[in-house]
């Protein structure tokens, strides 16, 4: 059972998530939910414009990412990719 007291919010991965969200995107690792090929978010086929956009697979061309902005929120929907990898620089 876990002591709720004892849990922390969100503002506890500041740290490690400011880390992950400063860098240049679109070299980030995009691993595709569908066919499983992974590259880079610059090799992801762009549909729409820049505020409402879909990133689409380029192998299968199945939907990886998906953003919209709104004049008050960007909603960011990543659901199409098993998992996005950065790379730290060497
Ligand atoms: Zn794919």
Same mark, same amino acid.
């Given at each position: 059972?876990? !002591? =709720?007291?004892?849990?922390? !919010? ?7 998530? =400011?880390?992950?969200?400063?860098? !240049?995107?679109?070299t @980030? ?6 066919? +499983? ?7 992801? +086929? ?5 505020? @409402?956009?879909?990133l ?5 061309? =199945?939907?990886?990412?998906?953003l919209?902005?709104? !004049? ?12 996005? =990898?950065? +790379?730290?620089?060497?």
């Amino acid at each position: 059972m876990i !002591d =709720e007291s004892m849990v922390l !919010d969100g503002n506890a991965a500041a740290g490690a998530l =400011e880390a992950l969200f400063a860098f !240049d995107v679109t070299t @980030a690792i995009v691993h595709c939910g569908h066919c +499983r090929v992974s590259g880079p978010l610059a090799e992801l +086929r762009f549909y729409g414009s820049p505020r @409402a956009m879909v990133l689409r697979c380029k192998t299968c061309g =199945e939907v990886n990412v998906r953003l919209l902005e709104t !004049d008050r929120t960007i909603n960011l929907d990543l659901s199409g990719a098993v998992r996005i =990898e950065v +790379r730290r620089p060497t």
